[in-house]
């Protein structure tokens, strides 16, 4: 095991599935890869198995992907283990979870769904007007998300990164879609932060806000995915609506270190 820290390398390495290596390939800018480590293993000198730790905050996201070469995977994850701290929130390819089970307990675990937009089907009309949300608007944005999305993860920083999509009604905003990630140099970002006020929801605003966020990314980052609970069937509704595929499902689990 060993950091890798070349990014021609390492692009090398994700690009060979870039679905499921979303979030990795939109880390590789800054202001994400300052923030990352990429743990990999090598077969005959070349990357064969990669795990990448996100760091920012007391909650490191640590995301052990790769459904198809667990041979290599799972030794780099028994490598990576005794690195990590008390409590970590894990991405971790089905399959993969007995080595955490080890040394982890875990306290929530889900599905996810990865979803890659694979098509740019036209915008719905709705009676909202279209905004776009910059630095100047975080502390809208956050008090927008309590109302409406309570347990999202918002980073005011994104907004650096790039304008997050709006719709407002009455001078009120009812509806945003952000990012997470995004790699101009390596074409991929991954949504977040996509909601609409309760009482505002069944309109087709979240689906206005997606599709206007994916025509503005495609211009800077045209490989665009998302994350969703595989039991979220409403939201994968409004992303196939807006041209996304399932592409892959892993488990999203938080852990904390076991006692001893």
């Known amino acids: 095991m060993d950091v890798c820290t070349d990014k021609a390398e390492l692009s090398r390495y994700l690009a060979q599935d870039r679905d499921l290596h979303l979030y990795a390939l939109g880390d590789l800018d800054d202001p994400f890869?300052?923030?990352?480590?990429?743990?990999?293993?090598?077969?005959?000198?070349?990357?064969?198995?990669?795990?990448?730790?996100?760091?920012?905050?007391d909650l490191p996201v640590l995301m052990a992907l790769g459904e198809s070469n667990h041979k290599h995977m799972l030794p780099l994850i028994e490598a990576v283990l005794p690195t990590l701290g008390p409590r970590v929130y894990a991405h971790i390819s089905q399959g993969l979870e007995a080595p955490f089970l080890s040394q982890f307990r875990c306290t929530y675990h889900e599905t996810q769904?990865?979803?890659?937009?694979?098509?740019?089907?036209?915008?719905?009309?709705?009676?909202?007007?279209?905004?776009?949300?910059?630095?100047?608007?975080a502390e809208r944005l956050s008090a927008f998300y309590q109302?409406?999305?309570?347990?999202?993860?918002?980073?005011?920083?994104?907004?650096?990164?790039?304008?997050?999509?709006?719709?407002?009604?009455?001078?009120?905003?009812?509806?945003?879609?952000?990012?997470?990630?995004?790699?101009?140099?390596?074409?991929?970002?991954?949504?977040?932060?996509?909601?609409?006020?309760?009482?505002?929801?069944?309109?087709?605003?979240?689906?206005?806000?997606?599709?206007?966020?994916?025509?503005?990314?495609?211009?800077v980052a045209p490989h665009i995915g998302l994350n969703v609970h595989a039991q979220n069937l409403a939201a994968q509704r409004t992303y196939a609506k807006a041209g996304f595929d399932t592409v892959a499902e892993f488990s999203e689990m938080m852990l904390e270190r076991s006692p001893g």
């Open 113 to 137: 769904k990865r979803m890659i937009q694979r098509r740019h089907p036209e915008r719905p009309n709705t009676s909202a007007t279209t905004v776009w949300l910059g630095p100047e608007d």
């Open 33 to 57: 890869w300052s923030r990352c480590t990429y743990w990999v293993q090598r077969t005959a000198g070349n990357i064969s198995a990669l795990v990448l730790l996100y760091q920012m905050g």
């Open 147 to 219: 109302q409406a999305y309570p347990e999202n993860w918002f980073d005011p920083t994104m907004l650096e990164v790039h304008p997050f999509a709006g719709l407002e009604q009455d001078g009120q905003l009812v509806s945003a879609a952000g990012i997470h990630c995004l790699s101009q140099s390596f074409g991929s970002t991954a949504l977040g932060s996509i909601t609409t006020a309760p009482a505002q929801r069944g309109q087709g605003y979240a689906l206005a806000t997606t599709l206007d966020l994916c025509d503005a990314l495609r211009r």
